[in-house]
């Protein structure tokens, strides 16, 4: 996960999830973020909640950079090198981490009112894995991913990934929501 430390972003059902779940015996989880002024409870309640658990690593991107382009290196670095992102949002408007992920050619799970299961359609369940924010079953989702790219479906990744057609794909979205 890489985003704010803030309660809409879901990170605390992220994390029991992956803890009930024992995904750690195979995976570990990052939870690369920023705490926010307003909310520093949320980030010190996460804090509290992974000092103890297995596979669970917390970043404060905030200690371990200054300036924004160092920031922005540590980030996609490590959008790089992850395996699968996750963005489990209760409620998510147009995230650029997602199609990051995908420009790294990431599996990318994501909650079912996101935009991008509209933007996205021919890629459900291949390369971006829908699930329900308040039953987050990670296990069940896992089994389906196919960890293996070829390098014919990274060339066709890349060759949907045209910020001016996907940005246009998302106005059309937000138009007929209006």
């Known amino acids: 996960f890489i985003g704010r430390f803030d309660r809409v972003k879901n990170i605390h059902n992220l994390l029991k999830s992956f803890s ?55 980030t996609l670095k490590m959008l790089e090198l992850s395996d699968i992102v996750i963005l489990p949002s209760f409620e998510e408007t147009f995230s650029l981490v997602a199609l990051e992920a995908l420009y790294f050619n990431k599996k990318l799970i994501i909650t079912k009112n996101s935009p991008y299961q509209e933007l996205y359609q021919d890629w459900i369940n291949y390369f971006v894995f829908p699930l329900d924010p308040f039953k987050i079953n990670l296990k069940e989702i896992l089994s389906k991913i196919n960890f293996g790219i070829s390098q014919d479906t990274k060339n066709k990744i890349l060759d949907k990934f045209d910020c001016k057609i996907i940005s246009k794909k998302y106005l059309e979205i937000f138009r007929k929501f209006l």
């Open 20 to 74: 009930a779940q024992k995904l750690y015996n195979d995976f570990i989880i990052i939870i690369l973020g920023y705490p926010l002024n307003y909310d520093l409870v949320y980030f010190n309640f996460l804090k509290e909640f992974v000092k103890d658990k297995k596979g669970v690593y917390l970043v404060n991107i905030d200690e371990l950079a200054n300036s924004y382009n160092d920031k922005r290196y540590i």
